[in-house]
């Protein structure tokens, strides 16, 4: 479909998941201090954005911690939350199925909420998808993530009203600037004003697993208004 | 917390990730379920975003000094009117932390 150069694509990679990779600064200061402050090491800190790479999962197993949780908890809680990515690995399942397993391994490990965002408007643009694309953008998440973790842990304890920030605006902006372009069909739209409704519905009435819920009933409302799928 | 448990939170959040590139699995994506699936990014970064912004709305004049519903509203205008996702972010976010100092 699109001639694009490799060379340009690969810089769209990196400009692309800028701006998300930005908002999401603070949140890894955050990971870094909060870590340090509920008691972990400064290396188990670090490893935990190295190898974990999941912010509301990582934010929300310190608190637990911090709260003195169980194991049980955490995993569960991590469990519950990183969930939603079985949804963008199922997305990519046509598309990643047939690489060669350390691609498939690498792809995976770098699948956070930002690169599937930014690769999946890729794909649809391109009408193929964009592996290079894909590991770019991934890889320059985590090197930024794990930088402003590591600041974190740096800082430790001296910055301890960072949660009364509003760091989470941070995020909605980012998806904002995300989702807004991205609508390009009734469809679509409907399915995101679904999405927001129950969204903001489920949190009032504390409704557990939110998240999911809503985007799955966004999702089905739009499939069924869908007349392509038909 | 220990090394053990940040290695099996490292499991669990590679297995969510990876559970849809085995082969193994019993599941043919056909184009319906493409189809479907093609809605997940913005559904999912709706159902993020919208709690953030709309949470706390109480649906009287509090409302109008609610920085997170301002600069959401001023986020979803900004994002219609410009391309560059760089510039909505952070104007965005600079009028959040500017109505967050004042009101």
Same mark, same amino acid.
Request: proline share 4%.
């Given at each position: 479909? &699109?001639?694009?150069?490799?060379?340009?694509?690969?810089?769209?990679?990196?400009? =692309?998941?800028?701006?998300?990779?930005?908002?999401?600064?603070?949140?890894?200061?955050?990971?870094?201090? $909060?870590?340090?402050?509920?008691?972990?090491?400064? *290396? @188990?800190?670090? $490893?935990?954005?190295?190898?974990?790479?999941?912010?509301?999962? @990582?934010?929300?197993? $310190? +608190?637990?911690?911090? %709260? &003195?949780?169980?194991?049980?908890?955490?995993?569960?809680?991590?469990?519950?939350?990183?969930?939603? /990515?079985?949804?963008?690995?199922?997305?990519?399942?046509?598309?990643?199925?047939?690489?060669? *397993? /350390? /691609?498939?391994?690498?792809?995976?490990?770098?699948?956070? =909420?930002?690169?599937? %965002?930014?690769?999946?408007?890729?794909?649809?643009?391109?009408?193929?998808?964009?592996?290079?694309?894909?590991?770019?953008?991934? %890889? +320059?998440?985590?090197?930024?993530?794990? $930088?402003? #973790?590591?600041?974190?842990?740096?800082?430790? #304890?001296?910055?301890?009203?960072?949660?009364?920030?509003?760091?989470?605006?941070?995020?909605?902006?980012?998806?904002?600037?995300?989702?807004?372009?991205?609508?390009? &069909?009734?469809?679509?739209?409907?399915?995101?004003?679904?999405?927001?409704?129950?969204?903001?519905?489920? /949190?009032?009435?504390?409704?557990?697993?939110?998240?999911?819920?809503?985007?799955?009933?966004?999702?089905?409302?739009?499939? &069924?208004? =869908?007349?392509?799928?038909? | 917390?220990?090394?053990?448990?940040?290695?099996?939170?490292?499991?669990?959040?590679?297995?969510?990730?990876?559970?849809?590139?085995?082969?193994?699995?019993?599941?043919?994506?056909?184009?319906?379920?493409?189809?479907?699936?093609?809605?997940?990014?913005?559904?999912? !970064?709706?159902?993020?975003?919208?709690?953030?912004?709309?949470?706390?709305?109480? !649906?009287?004049?509090?409302?109008?000094?609610?920085?997170?519903? !301002?600069?959401?509203?001023?986020?979803?205008?900004?994002?219609?009117?410009?391309?560059?996702? !760089?510039?909505?972010?952070?104007?965005?976010?600079?009028?959040?932390?500017?109505?967050?100092?004042?009101?």
């Amino acid at each position: 479909m &699109s001639t694009q150069p490799a060379r340009s694509l690969r810089l769209a990679a990196f400009f =692309d998941i800028l701006p998300l990779s930005i908002a999401v600064i603070p949140w890894g200061i955050l990971c870094g201090s $909060l870590a340090i402050q509920v008691g972990l090491s400064p *290396l @188990q800190s670090q $490893l935990m954005s190295l190898l974990v790479f999941a912010g509301a999962a @990582q934010l929300s197993s $310190l +608190t637990i911690v911090g %709260a &003195s949780g169980g194991i049980a908890t955490i995993l569960g809680s991590t469990a519950v939350i990183s969930s939603r /990515h079985l949804l963008y690995s199922a997305t990519f399942r046509n598309s990643a199925i047939a690489l060669p *397993l /350390h /691609h498939k391994v690498l792809m995976a490990f770098l699948l956070t =909420d930002e690169m599937f %965002a930014v690769t999946e408007n890729k794909r649809k643009e391109l009408g193929r998808f964009p592996l290079d694309y894909a590991l770019i953008s991934g %890889a +320059t998440f985590y090197v930024i993530w794990n $930088l402003s #973790t590591l600041a974190g842990i740096v800082a430790g #304890t001296s910055i301890p009203n960072l949660e009364s920030l509003g760091l989470e605006f941070a995020i909605a902006a980012t998806f904002i600037a995300m989702v807004v372009p991205s609508i390009n &069909s009734s469809p679509v739209l409907v399915a995101v004003l679904v999405s927001a409704f129950c969204a903001v519905l489920f /949190h009032k009435l504390d409704v557990p697993n939110a998240l999911l819920l809503s985007a799955l009933i966004g999702m089905v409302v739009g499939y &069924s208004l =869908d007349k392509e799928a038909l | 917390m220990s090394y053990d448990l940040i290695l099996l939170m490292a499991l669990i959040t590679f297995f969510m990730r990876y559970a849809f590139f085995m082969e193994k699995l019993p599941i043919k994506l056909n184009l319906r379920l493409q189809r479907f699936l093609s809605f997940t990014a913005p559904c999912i !970064l709706t159902a993020m975003a919208a709690p953030i912004v709309f949470g706390e709305v109480a !649906l009287s004049s509090e409302d109008i000094t609610n920085p997170f519903l !301002l600069a959401g509203i001023i986020a979803v205008v900004l994002s219609l009117l410009v391309k560059n996702t !760089l510039f909505v972010v952070l104007a965005s976010m600079g009028v959040f932390f500017s109505l967050k100092t004042m009101l």
